[in-house]
């Protein structure tokens, strides 16, 4: 399995980037796959998460109206739009898979919002 992160960068506050995870190895359209994110100091939280046709999706709360995750089976892709950033959603996100009892990550995009 490997999964790959890429978009982040640094953005002002009300700005929006898309971060972008590639996935490889595994039977991407089998599984749902999630956005998890890392701030300093903290434990990494459940961003966002989208099922396998992406029929279904949930948020954290603080992120829902601003965050919006899609996939693409055909590219084994999945995606995190983030509009309207705060200061507070600075940290590193992370794309996750979850086969059997095993869960795999990728190496993280830093998000850094900051005036």
């Known amino acids: 399995v490997q999964l790959v992160e890429s978009g982040g960068g640094l953005v002002q506050p009300g700005g929006s980037l898309r971060l972008s995870c590639a996935a490889s190895?595994?039977?991407?359209?089998?599984?749902?796959m999630s956005w998890y994110r890392q701030a300093p100091g903290k434990e990494r939280e459940l961003v966002a998460g989208i099922s396998i046709f992406g029929s279904s999706r949930n948020y954290k709360d603080s992120v829902k109206g601003r965050f919006t995750i899609s996939r693409d089976n055909a590219k084994n892709m999945v995606y995190l739009q983030m509009n309207n950033l705060k200061p507070e959603d600075t940290a590193v996100y992370y794309c996750?898979?979850?086969?059997?009892?095993?869960?795999?990550w990728g190496e993280g995009t830093q998000v850094t919002v900051s005036s």
């Open positions: 190895g595994f039977t991407f359209s089998s599984y749902a």
């Open positions: 996750n898979v979850r086969k059997m009892i095993n869960d795999y």
